[in-house]
């Protein structure tokens, strides 16, 4: 990082960097002070926001266009497990004095890059200084026709559990950033690494399950504590098959097979995939919208009377899990 002494003046700040990335005409160029969200009869506005901070979300070594990447993304995760199709964002910088225009236009630079993958546009935002660590806080937008949103509070005993993607790759990555990664392959490191530095949202998936799913949220804190999450809002106890939780080559190479695996897996949190419910009568539609998407999907468990989520060994005992993810406070 490079001191702030080489960063020009807030309004020149947002005009080299960012008034670039505000590319949708209701934006105005970043040149007024608010921005305007068209919406098409028929649709309502989807809207969800959170910050990551230096040192708790991300690690200040990581590279600058990576954190972009990664803060845009948890949001864009959001909007996919509510069934939006993301359209904008609102960005909110509080910038420590380490923190030089070498770093920012890298940090632009990964915007710029996921913009252009994503299909979305920076609507708008503010930008301070700060003595503490960096904060980075996103509001994204999407759209959705009215009354279709995926909720948490939708899950009915004999409903399957199902979750996108791998889970507990970007545990894994954390884990090799903190050192416990040495003497394992390259591959297999750098793998893990990535996902925990980009989450892959799974935004061409969400809208295939409006109509599908019964109950439906992204991981962001860990599988169990997120269920937990659909299991308190649905009122109704969750059944975890820990064997049939997905967990890519890297990690199962990098923690093994053991149960105390398949735990740290499923509590390690920062995955972005989404876990969702769905009466078995609609399972051939998921499998459907999972090869329309490109993104797998897994069977994971059952839905019961009761409250609460429970994790199961092969053999059906119960694994004892203390905390069963990533708590805030």
Request: aromatic residues 6%; charged residues 20%; glycine residues 12%.
């Amino acid at each position: 990082m490079t001191s702030s002494s080489s960063r020009p003046g807030e309004f020149a700040l947002i005009a080299e960097l960012f008034a670039p990335l505000a590319t949708a005409r209701h934006a105005f160029g970043l040149k007024d002070d608010a921005a305007t969200l068209p919406v098409r009869d028929g649709q309502q506005i989807v809207v969800t926001t959170d910050t990551i901070v230096a040192g708790v979300h991300f690690l200040d070594s990581d590279p600058p266009g990576t954190i972009a990447q990664k803060a845009l993304r948890v949001n864009l995760s959001d909007l996919a497990a509510k069934g939006a199709k993301p359209f904008g964002y609102l960005l909110a910088l509080s910038l420590p004095s380490a923190i030089g225009m070498t770093w920012l236009r890298t940090f632009a630079k990964g915007l710029a890059d996921d913009q252009a993958h994503f299909a979305i546009s920076l609507l708008g935002g503010d930008t301070t200084a700060t003595p503490g660590p960096l904060a980075i806080t996103i509001t994204a937008f999407g759209q959705l026709p009215k009354g279709t949103m995926l909720r948490r509070g939708g899950a009915k005993p004999g409903d399957v559990v199902f979750v996108s993607g791998t889970i507990g790759d970007a545990g894994g990555g954390l884990a090799v950033q903190r050192g416990e990664g040495k003497g394992w392959s390259r591959a297999v490191c750098d793998h893990l690494q990535h996902r925990y530095r980009v989450p892959q949202p799974r935004t061409g998936l969400g809208p295939l399950l409006r109509g599908v799913a019964s109950a439906a949220l992204d991981v962001s804190d860990g599988l169990l504590a997120d269920l937990e999450h659909i299991a308190e809002t649905s009122r109704v106890q969750i059944v975890v098959e820990g064997q049939s939780v997905p967990r890519a080559a890297a990690l199962r190479a990098f923690w093994g097979e053991s149960d105390e695996a398949v735990l740290r897996a499923v509590t390690s949190g920062d995955d972005y995939e989404i876990a969702f419910t769905v009466p078995p009568s609609r399972e051939k539609k998921v499998m459907a919208a999972a090869a329309r998407s490109g993104v797998p999907v897994s069977r994971i468990g059952h839905v019961e009377r009761g409250r609460g989520v429970i994790l199961r060994n092969p053999a059906g005992k119960p694994i004892p899990a203390p905390a069963k993810g990533w708590v805030h406070f």
